[in-house]
């Protein structure tokens, strides 16, 4: 399966929003309502942020929320801050039990 | 509290074996499915394998199809990957990954393999 397509960046001053897209197709993210998301600090394991689109797991603040409309999935962060710097990738079930990540986008706080 | 502990990592020739493990404790591991995602240097993460909770049903990627083998023992809580004929390209942190029906939610911190002469 091919990746998912992220922006390789995108940027933000602190307590402003950004949203990273997501686009796949029809066979994975357009198919499904199970994309979900992840955020990686250097060096650290992936977090699990949002999952099934739009539900978060407890713990996760309320500033991350996801999305998805046809092909591509969003996630949106508001209110942003500092340790949100990292790197986040977007991951869609794509059928018959596998899965296809995005490539990734690094978040940079100003 | 969920952990996950991967060990087996290190250094291999092309064409050489590796097997990964991985520990899994603070949750029922008979329940759930259980996954390997890796990450080249510098790279994405990448989906590599699937097991279903009593280990009768695996998927892989096209990439490692035929070459690895993912396998578990719940008697004793650990998730294995059997990798053979390992390329370059198959060097990677390894990451063990719990299957929340179609999510990953939680992850260990990974071994790192290094496939080079």
């Known amino acids: 399966q091919s990746a998912l397509t992220q922006p390789r960046s995108v940027s933000g001053s602190p307590g402003q929003s950004v949203t990273i897209s997501c686009t796949g197709t029809s066979s994975d993210v357009g198919g499904y309502k199970y994309v979900s998301w992840y955020q990686q600090h250097p060096g650290k394991a992936p977090k699990l942020m949002i999952y099934?689109?739009?539900k978060r797991p407890s713990g996760v603040p309320d500033r991350f929320s996801g999305s998805k409309s046809g092909n591509t999935a969003s996630l949106t962060i508001s209110g942003l801050q500092a340790e949100d710097e990292a790197d986040y990738y977007c991951c869609s079930y794509a059928g018959t039990y596998t899965w296809v990540f995005g490539g990734g986008t690094k978040l940079t706080v100003l | 509290e969920v952990q996950l502990v991967e060990s087996g990592g290190g250094l291999v020739q092309p064409g050489g074996s590796l097997r990964l493990s991985c520990a899994a404790s603070?949750?029922?591991?008979?329940?759930?499915?259980m996954h390997w995602v890796r990450q080249a240097p510098g790279k994405g993460l990448v989906w590599v394998s699937r097991i279903d909770s009593d280990g009768s049903t695996t998927i892989y990627a096209d990439s490692v199809k035929g070459r690895f083998t993912i396998s578990r023992d719940n008697a004793k809580n650990t998730l294995y990957l059997q990798m053979n004929s390992l390329r370059a390209e198959d060097t990677a942190v390894y990451y063990c990954v719990r299957g929340s029906l179609y999510t990953f939610d939680y992850w260990g911190q990974g071994t790192l393999v290094t496939v080079s002469s």
């Open positions: 603070g949750f029922t591991f008979s329940s759930y499915w």
């Open positions: 099934d689109v739009s």
